[in-house]
């Protein structure tokens, strides 16, 4: 009896986009070898393949010569950057498999006290260290900041290989209830609603929340979306937000066990090769 295998179906997006080539694309990257059980650390959490090369472009999203990208060692989740402006001297280092270290000196204590939730809850280390033109406002070290920790976030996920890639996650503060959804795509987006009932908390601009993550959006290629559920008092939803934020990057950027270091993205078979669409 001859048997008769079925074809490989292609899925509908497939069709629509054959050379299946993503929207952004900013990495030079070395293969990997097939992932084995082995070359995975014994710690679940982290799963951080071992002894893998890959190489880092980042140069798409520079934006000129007043950002530059540290090197990082092979393999390392870590991003380091240093943006330099008229207004501003920013420096930002990212470890995604830190342990919660927050070492933040912004010029604007609020600011800092948001990147301490962003460390603390995501368990990423976050270095900060900024000056500025903060006798005028906060404006532009908030914007400088935001940027530069997108950037390097960009720097530390690399390839992307293995990770969630999507997160999301509802925090609690008292009266206060912000959920945050948020995909790791190469695709920027912003949805933000978020009212805010007092035009400052403490001496910082209210407003410069969404602009803070509009500019983080925009230099690590997020889509992020962040609602309101409850909230009365606008430090305890700003503080829910980013603490969200923060649970909801850690969940996207942890390593699937599952995936054994592919792409989470569609997966196409054509002619027996594998191609990955980031949609």
Do not use: W
């Not at 990212?94 to 301490?116: E, K, Q, R, V, Y």
């Not at 606008?234 to 270091?261: C, M, V």
């Amino acid at each position: 009896m001859e048997l008769t295998l079925p074809q490989p179906q292609l899925h509908p997006k497939c069709l629509q986009f054959p050379s299946l080539k993503s929207r952004v694309s900013v990495f030079q990257t070395t293969p990997y070898p097939p992932f084995q059980a082995s070359i995975f650390s014994v710690n679940q959490r982290y799963l951080t393949p071992l002894n893998t090369p890959r190489s880092i472009s980042t140069s798409a999203l520079l934006g000129g010569n007043n950002t530059s990208v540290s090197p990082i060692d092979s393999g390392a989740r870590i991003g380091e950057v240093k943006r330099v402006t008229k207004e501003t001297n920013v420096s930002v280092k990212i470890n995604l498999d830190g342990s919660g270290i927050a070492d933040s000196s912004s010029g604007i204590p609020f600011l800092d006290h948001m990147l301490d939730q962003l460390a603390s809850h995501g368990l990423f280390d976050v270095h900060v260290k900024a000056t500025g033109d903060v006798h005028i406002d906060d404006h532009h070290t908030n914007e400088d900041v935001a940027l530069a920790i997108g950037t390097a976030l960009l720097q530390a996920l690399g390839d992307r290989k293995g990770i969630n890639r999507f997160g999301n996650f509802s925090a609690p503060l008292d009266e206060a209830l912000v959920h945050v959804s948020l995909d790791l795509s190469g695709r920027p987006h912003l949805g933000y609603d978020l009212d805010l009932p007092s035009q400052r908390v403490g001496t910082y601009d209210t407003q410069l929340v969404e602009h803070f993550f509009q500019s983080l959006v925009n230099t690590s290629g997020m889509t992020l979306h962040i609602r309101k559920f409850s909230g009365t008092n606008s430090h305890h939803i700003i503080e829910a937000t980013f603490k969200a934020f923060a649970r909801a990057l850690r969940q996207a950027t942890e390593y699937d066990t599952r995936r054994r270091g592919t792409i989470p993205s569609i997966i196409c078979i054509t002619n027996h090769h594998i191609n990955y669409n980031t949609s």
